[in-house]
């Protein structure tokens, strides 16, 4: 991992790009800038990985490019459970749960990852509350996107039939 400099990332990527992204959506240039240059930005290499098992409610992360995979520990293994790819947020969920993070983080492609504190959150939160909002709308949509997906994984994999569905014969 190596940090980068926010600026030049910024200057890198546009704005119309930073926008774009889900948990930006509808957000100021001027926040956005905040959430950047206040953050830290750092680049992942393919391959590079970040245990994240000991992390404690201490912010999430944006993924800005890239690709970043997310390896659950289960007894003795690690389980792929998810693809953060550009836009999304990871480990939003352990910082409002207040729960610890279980898990290993990978990059399936170089990727830039911003990491937003809790304190830098806070702090959004006084400095821009109307932009506060829309940032929590972006990222409970998010959540809301990961818990239809966990439902449709849990459903299949039960063989479950919703009302009115026929089972196809082999």
Not at 88 to 93: A, E, L, P, S
Not at 117 to 142: C, K, T, V, W, Y
Request: net charge negative; proline share 2%.
């Amino acid at each position: 991992m190596k940090t980068e400099n926010s600026a030049a990332v910024i200057e890198s990527l546009g704005f119309d790009y930073l926008r774009e992204l889900a948990t930006f959506g509808a957000l100021s240039d001027t926040a956005i800038r905040a959430l950047i240059e206040q953050g830290e930005v750092t680049s992942r290499r393919k391959g590079e990985n970040q245990d994240v098992s000991t992390a404690m409610a201490g912010g999430f992360y944006v993924v800005l490019q890239g690709d970043v995979g997310y390896y659950r520990h289960c007894d003795n293994h690690d389980v792929l459970t998810r693809h953060f790819r550009s836009g999304d947020q990871m480990g939003f969920d352990v910082m409002i749960g207040l729960f610890p993070s279980n898990g290993v983080e990978v990059a399936f492609e170089d990727s830039l990852v911003l990491q937003i504190s809790s304190d830098q959150f806070f702090q959004f939160h006084l400095d821009f509350p109307a932009e506060f909002g829309l940032l929590m709308i972006n990222l409970s949509r998010e959540l809301s996107r990961e818990i239809n997906m966990l439902e449709a994984v849990i459903g299949d994999s039960t063989g479950w039939l919703g009302v009115g569905q026929k089972k196809e014969a082999p």
